[in-house]
Structure formats: structure tokens, C-alpha cells
């Protein structure tokens, strides 16, 4: 697992951005971590639509300051996000 930080907004969608760029292309899964002592937070909704676009299917690690996991996916997080299952008619009027 490569260790990268954001701390802002659309902090997701920067690192795997960034890491993309330098030659990583393939993914095992995403670690998400914070510093909150009895949450597991998980990426934003921004992100979460980055990701599901990105690869729907990797497993997300929400990790707590403990080192307690939470394995979770975006099945979960987004429902119904792959680009490649949404029902678009009532957007293009189709
Ligand atoms: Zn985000």
C-alpha cells in the first residue's frame, strides 16, 4: 500500500489522481484514514463518485488512529454507482 495524504476536499480523488500519473495503474484497494478516535470515516461524496468511476469494484479500508479496519465498498458507500448500471433514460429523456 502506498501512504498518501490530502487532508482537503476531493483528498481521494488527488492521491489516486497523482499516483495515476506516476505510473501506478493498477489498485489493490483504497485506505482511507483519519484522526477521529471512534469513527471510521470514509471519502466524500465527491470522491466516492471519483472512485466508482474510476474502479467500482476495489475494496475501501476505513482505517481508525487504532489501526482497527473497516473493509467496506462502494457497493455500500455509493449504491447503484457504476456508470455501467444506471438506468441514464431519465436524464437523456430516452
Ligand atoms: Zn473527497
Redesign the pocket.
Known amino acids: 500500500m502506498i501512504p498518501v495524504s490530502g487532508g482537503k ?5 488527488l492521491n489516486v489522481s497523482v499516483l495515476f500519473s506516476q505510473g501506478y495503474h493498477h489498485f489493490a484497494g483504497f485506505a482511507i484514514s483519519d484522526d477521529l478516535l471512534d469513527t471510521y470515516v470514509g ?2 461524496g ?2 466516492r463518485q471519483f472512485l466508482c468511476e474510476f474502479n467500482p469494484v476495489l475494496p475501501i479500508y476505513l482505517v481508525r488512529p487504532d489501526k482497527a479496519v473497516e473493509v467496506t465498498s462502494l457497493a455500500k458507500l455509493l449504491p447503484e454507482c457504476s456508470p455501467k448500471t444506471m438506468d441514464l433514460a431519465f436524464h437523456n429523456g430516452v
Not at 476536499?9 to 480523488?13: D, L, N, S
Request: glycine share 12%.
Open positions: 476536499k476531493q483528498a481521494t480523488e471519502p466524500c465527491g470522491c
